[in-house]
C-alpha cells in the first residue's frame, strides 16, 4: 500500500497570507497521481487540484499544487476566510489513499 | 450535472451486515474510464477509500476491507450499491460515495451518510 503522510496537521494563518501543505508518498508516483481536496466541517470534499497541478474548474487561481516523484505540496496564496478548512492529499497512483489532512484555522 | 445521493440505515448492529446504495444521475456508467467509488470517515478523522466500480464492472477493493466488502451496479436504476459484512463499531462514519474521472480522482462526491454501529 501507498502510504500518505501531510504536514502540519494544523496551520493557523492570517487572512491574506500564503500558506503551503505538503505531502509525501511512501512511493514514487507515475505521472503525479495526486489530488488535493478541501474539506468544510459537515460537508463532502471537494476536487481542487488533480494530476498534481491542474487546478479543477471553478477552483479559484490562489490554489495551485506542484511536485513530483513523493512529495507533493499545496499553496494557498493569499488565504481568504472561505479557505479555513481541511485540506487532504489524495494518491490514485495504486489504488486510492489519502494522507491524514490537515487543519487551516485562523490566526 | 452529475448529482449522487447515499442512502441506507442510520443504525446497525454489531456482526450486521451493512448494505448501502449510491444513487446517481448526470453521467453513465457505462463510459469509458467513468467509476463509482465509496469512501467513509470517521468522527473526526480522516478520509478511507473502500470500494471502487469501473464501467466495465472491474472492481478494486482497499486491501484491509477487501474480504468484507462487495460492489455491484445496477445499471438500470443508475445505483451501485456496497455491503460490509461482520459491522463493529469502528465502522461508525460518515460514508460517501463519488464519481471517478480516469484523470481527475473522484472530482463530484455525494453529501454523504452517517452509519453508526451500536447495539
Known amino acids: 500500500d501507498i502510504q500518505m503522510t501531510q504536514s502540519p496537521s494544523t496551520l493557523s494563518a492570517f487572512v491574506g497570507d500564503t500558506v503551503t501543505i505538503t505531502c509525501r508518498a511512501s512511493q514514487s508516483s507515475s505521472s503525479n497521481w495526486l489530488a488535493w481536496y478541501q474539506q468544510k466541517p459537515g460537508k463532502a470534499p471537494k476536487l481542487l487540484i488533480y494530476k498534481g497541478s491542474s487546478l479543477e474548474s471553478g477552483v479559484p487561481s490562489r490554489f495551485s499544487g506542484s511536485g513530483s516523484g513523493t512529495e507533493f505540496t499545496l499553496t494557498i496564496s493569499s488565504l481568504q476566510p472561505d479557505d479555513f478548512a481541511t485540506y487532504y492529499c489524495q494518491q490514485y497512483n495504486s489504488y486510492w489513499t489519502f494522507g491524514q489532512g490537515t487543519k487551516v484555522e485562523i490566526k | 450535472q452529475i448529482t449522487l445521493k447515499e442512502s441506507g440505515p442510520t443504525l446497525v448492529k454489531p456482526t450486521q451486515t451493512l448494505t448501502l446504495t449510491c444513487t446517481f444521475s448526470g453521467f453513465s456508467l457505462s463510459t469509458p474510464g467513468v467509476g463509482v467509488g465509496w469512501i467513509r470517515q470517521p468522527p473526526g478523522k480522516a478520509l478511507e477509500w473502500l470500494a471502487l466500480?469501473?464501467?466495465?464492472?472491474?472492481?478494486r477493493y482497499s486491501p484491509s476491507l477487501k474480504s468484507r466488502l462487495t460492489i455491484t451496479k445496477d445499471t438500470s436504476k443508475n445505483q451501485v450499491v456496497l455491503t460490509m459484512t461482520n459491522v463493529d463499531p469502528v465502522d461508525t462514519a460518515t460514508y460517501y460515495c463519488?464519481?471517478?474521472?480516469?484523470?481527475?480522482?473522484?472530482?463530484?462526491w455525494g453529501q454523504g451518510t452517517l452509519v453508526t454501529v451500536s447495539s
Open positions: 463519488a464519481h471517478r474521472q480516469e484523470l481527475r480522482a473522484f472530482d463530484y
Open positions: 466500480l469501473y464501467w466495465n464492472d472491474d472492481k
